[in-house]
Each structure stands twice: as C-alpha cells, then as structure tokens.
C-alpha cells in the first residue's frame, strides 16, 4: 500500500495556527495489465538472523564509557560470523533459485540477505501470485513496477527465509509531507549563527583525509556541487567538494530543497571534514535496509551518517516485520561503529486517526533505540544566544519499541515528576514504557539554504538540526582520531550518563494532539560543553533536549 513519507524540511511561507498542517497523500498506483512472463523482477530475500540477542549484549558494552570494551567494534567478518545463517541452508536457497532461473545471486556483505533477479513467471508459481505491471505518477515523474496485489507465500522456501521484498510491497511514491507552521521571529539561521551559538570557531579538522560524515537521501533528492560552493563563499569557508556521491544525483530532474539543505550544513558545520552522500535508488523508495545494506558494505565509508527522512511509526506504510527487520540493521552499524543520526520529524507527537486523535504517532527511523533522535529549537527574537522549544518538532514515545536501558532512569524520573504535577497528557495516547525521543535538538528553523542559485531563507524542520548535530559528531571523532582513538559509533549510552553537563530549556512548546484537547510540550536541555573530560578539550556546544516533556518540567 502506498503511504506517505517526508523528508523533515519545512517551507514557511505564512503564519498559521500550530495545529495547522497540510498532508500531500501519496498518489495511487495505477494497474497496468499482467507482467510479462520472461521479465525480471528483483528479489531480496530476508534471512533468519543469529545471536540477536548476543548482538544486543555486545552494543550496550561497547557503547558504555564506563566499560572496559567501550569503542572496541566489530569488523565486518566478525559480525558476519555472529549473525549469518547455516552457509548450507543458504546454499539450499541458491540451489534452488537457479533452479528457477534466477539469475544475479548475491549475498549482503554480513550473510543474512540474498538477492537474485527471477522471471515473472517463475515468481509466480514459486510464490503462488498473480504479477502485474503498475505505474505511479508524481511531481518528479513516473516510476513502473512488477508487483503483486496478493499475499505471497513462502511456504516453498527453506526456514531460514522470513520475508521477501519485491513481490508485493509498494513503497511509497513520493509524497512529501510539508508541516506549514508558524514562522518564529528571530534571525536568520546561518553556519555563522550555528558556530557562535554552539561554540565551534575552535574545532579544527586535524586529519582531512578521513572519511568522516555522510547524508542519506530518498526519493530523488538531489543537490548541486555549485550550491554548496555558493554557500562555502558566503560564509567564508575554503571550497571543498562532496567526496563521493553512492547512487544517483541529478539535480535537474530532483527535489533540492532536502540535499541542499542536508548537504550545506553538514559541510559548513565541519568545514573541511570529507563528506559523501549516500542516494538510494528511486526505485527503490524509502528503504532504509537498502541504505544500511549500502553503508555497511561500503570500505571505508564515514563513520557519522545523517538521515533527515522519516514516516509515522504507526499511520505509514511500515508493517511490524520491516521495522522489526530495520531496527537490526541500525544496531548492526552500532555495532561496526557508525553513529547514526535521525530527524524527529516535524508534526510534534503526531497522531493516529482522521477526525479525532486515537494515540500519538512519532516518526520512524528516530524511534529506533540505535540511531540518536534530534528535535528542533529556534532562537528567541529578544535574545538570539537563547534557544526555545520548537512547536512543531517531532518527540513522544514509540508504541513499537520498548524503552532501552540507557534512557530508562532519566525517562522514568520525568514521567513520575510530571505525572504527580499533572503534566503529562491522558495515558491512552501515549506508550510509557516506549522508547522516548528525541535524544538531542538544535536549532530547526529559518534556515538559509543556496539552491539552484537562488537563496531561500524560509527553511525549517528537523532535517536542519540533524546534520548540525552530525558535523558536531563528526568533528568530535576527527578529534578522537587525533589521538589514536576510534569513532565514538552509537553515542545514547554515554549522552544520557553525562547527567552533570548543561541546562535545561523550560519555554517554548512542543504540541501533542488529543481530540481537542492540545497540551503544550517543552524541552529538556542539556549542552555537552562538559564532555571534554573524557573526549577532548575545546568549546563545542550542543542542544540536547531529551524529548518532549510539559511546559512545567520538574527539575
């Protein structure tokens, strides 16, 4: 079914209530006619994955500052050992898949996926479905697949096979959800008033040949190189190319406001940090397996990746199995040390239902326990060095994801504090034992992007903030770099330890929505100009709100 995804990057053209927003459904997909039989359609076939839980155990101790095996990650073969299937039950599958014709067998880099290219024909009986041709039409054109309307079987297929993608799944079609919400006053977002207000003027690139932060980008968005040298001139920022582009980038038939935006800033954040981009093949949608798939068999890609793409966590296309499935990909790069960082979208705690709320609905991929979730502030208009809640940032806790330890303490102690004040909205629409977000903000408003040669200083959303937060983590790994350490990879461990460092923001509001009913939200803030102790000493500020809480957060 298609559904509606976004990438988190706001235009605000005009002043509406905070509860305003506009949703661009996601077109159709219009049946065409029966596939032909000798057509190709590709396959990934999901497989049964090992020692999860293992996996599990190895994160949460190389993730822990306090732990002897903080840092120590996993190479590529040694995750590969853990959680690839029997080597002779996937030959089992192989047999069988060229025994059907099946032609481009491959295997993912870790085992526990197989791709094969199969005739219509031989899918159908393997499958026990009917495939058809279907065409989507959207603003950036129009996309053909071979898929079924069915539910496909597996019950021909070994055990070790749980789910197989490109049969009968629609991603979405490019639909974008665009929030229009009030513009705040207060100046215009630029690197200038993003390296002032965290303090970044003394981070210095000591190794500029490492591969060091990355974006991810969907559904054809695309950027110019000449942008981001119209903006590195701006600002005053030697010119410094993107390193390496995986996957398509043609900016003249694309969506540019996202990857102008993703690539700008994480670049003028850490001027001088090589940056690539990660683009997943349109026809591919919103696939984040395929992304990780990509990151973790790429040699030597960044280790700091950037998405500011999401989708709600329950009202989408995600079923239970793909964000089960997901999740696991994004603790498999924790533990080969990459830091993952997420938007949290931009429709505050989102919501189920059409004409009246049923149960908030934050977004996913930042609801995933591995990735960091960054929220949204923007700047109060009588004093530009104060930062402020903003409305519409995304925050809540997930209904398909338990709470992880590391938060577990902190989450617990504002939930009773709250609750006893009364600060906490009716019990039905949120999941308290859920894991809670976002972990970090930063400022997510007015931002001042170059694109296709033209400025435009109405910028918004969450997709601002993450790749701010990312060039931060970016220039904090350079610097552990320097000193003979390794990348700092999944970070939530040690950010919801440094309790001590910081400050708390109290105003501003982050809107949740129940019926009627809307109960106003602020941020907890903690900066980590303190965590010198423990990485290196300079000046680096950064927001980190650790999700939506009331407006009167006890202390």
């Known amino acids: 079914m298609a559904s509606s995804i976004y990438a988190c990057v706001l235009f605000v053209f005009t002043v509406l209530s905070c509860s305003s927003s506009f949703v661009n459904a996601a077109p159709s997909w219009e049946k065409l006619g029966r596939s032909a039989p000798t057509d190709h359609i590709r396959l990934r076939f999901h497989l049964k994955q090992q020692n999860l839980k293992l996996l599990e155990e190895k994160l949460v101790a190389i993730s822990d500052p306090r732990n002897k095996d903080f840092s120590q990650h996993l190479t590529n073969d040694e995750l590969s050992q853990l959680i690839a299937p029997d080597a ?3 030959q089992r599958l192989t047999d069988l898949l060229h025994a059907k014709d099946a032609t481009a067998v491959a295997s993912s880099s870790h085992g526990d996926y197989l791709f094969a290219s199969l005739p219509v024909a031989a899918a159908e009986s393997l499958f026990t479905v009917e495939i058809f041709d279907f065409q989507v039409k959207s603003s950036t054109g129009t996309r053909i697949c071979s898929r079924s309307e069915e539910i496909y079987k597996i019950s021909n297929m070994p055990s070790l096979v749980e789910a197989v993608t490109g049969i009968a799944d629609f991603r979405p079609a490019g639909a974008r959800r665009m929030a ?19 303090k970044l003027d003394n981070a210095t690139v000591n190794d500029p040949s490492i591969p060091g932060q990355a974006v991810a980008e969907f559904e054809e968005a695309y950027f110019f190189e000449s942008d981001i040298n119209m903006a590195q001139k701006r600002y005053g920022f030697p010119q410094k190319n993107i ?35 990660f ?5 591919l949608g919103f696939d984040l397996i395929a992304w990780a798939l990509n990151v973790s068999s790429t040699p030597d ?9 999401g989708s709600p966590e329950v ?27 997420v938007s949290s979208g931009d429709s505050g705690t989102g919501n189920t239902g059409i004409f009246k709320c049923k149960k908030f609905d934050p977004n996913f991929p930042a609801t995933s326990p591995y990735v960091t979730a960054v929220g949204g502030t923007y700047l109060d208009a009588s004093d530009v060095n104060t930062e402020l809640g903003w409305a519409s940032s995304g925050g809540g806790f997930s209904s398909k994801f338990s709470m992880p330890q590391y938060q577990a303490e902190a989450a617990q102690a504002y939930l009773q504090k709250a609750g006893a004040a009364g600060n906490l909205p009716d019990e039905q629409y949120f999941n308290s034992s859920g894991r809670a977000i976002p972990d970090v903000a930063a400022l997510a408003v007015n931002y001042e992007v170059a694109m296709q040669g033209f400025w435009d200083d109405g910028v918004s959303g969450t997709s601002a903030a993450a790749p701010v937060f990312a060039g931060i983590v970016a220039l904090l790994n350079d610097a ?71 407006a009167n957060e006890p202390d």
């Open 88 to 90: 002779k039950e996937v």
């Open 180 to 198: 229009k919400t009030f513009k705040p006053s207060g100046p215009v977002t630029t690197p200038k008033v993003i390296r002032d207000l965290y």
């Open 243 to 277: 390193t390496r582009v995986i996957g398509p980038n043609h900016p003249l038939d694309g969506y540019l406001a996202e990857a102008s935006l993703d690539t700008q800033y994480i670049m003028n954040t850490a001027p001088g940090i090589n940056t690539w981009v």
């Open 279 to 283: 683009s997943v093949d349109t026809t």
């Open 301 to 309: 890609a960044p280790k700091v990746h950037s998405i500011s793409w």
């Open 315 to 341: 009202s989408s296309w995600f079923t239970d199995d793909t964000l089960i499935r997901t999740n696991v990909e994004f603790m498999k790069l924790s533990l080969l040390g990459f830091s993952v960082i």
């Open 480 to 550: 552990r770099f320097a000193q003979g350490k390794k990348a700092l990879g999944f970070l939530n461990s040690w950010l919801y330890q440094t309790a001590s460092i910081g400050s708390d923001i109290l105003s501003g509001e982050n809107k949740a929505y129940a019926g009627d009913v809307e109960e106003q939200f602020s941020f907890r803030r903690v900066s980590l100009q303190a965590v010198s102790h423990f990485l290196y000493q300079t000046n680096i500020y950064v927001s980190c709100p650790l999700w939506s809480v009331s």
